[in-house]
């Protein structure tokens, strides 16, 4: 008898905060609007440069 109790992977936030890719200024910057808008009180600005930040293609063309 086979008792298969997959547990709940949760390891994709989806609102969770993207680091920046290191040498990626697109990314420092988003990062840099994202702190201003969390501090600002505007969670979902904020959310905009992470959604950003996670779709960049970090460095194409940019070095
Ligand atoms: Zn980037």
Redesign the pocket.
């Known amino acids: 008898m086979k008792t298969t109790m997959d547990p709940p992977i949760t390891l994709e936030l989806p609102l969770s905060e993207p680091d ?2 290191p040498g ?1 200024d ?2 420092e910057a988003l990062a840099r609007q994202r702190a201003e808008f969390t501090a600002a009180g505007n969670p979902s600005k904020a959310t905009d440069c992470s959604v950003e ?1 996670r779709n ?4 194409d063309g940019a070095l």
């Open positions: 920046p890719a990626c697109v990314c930040i960049h293609p970090h460095g």
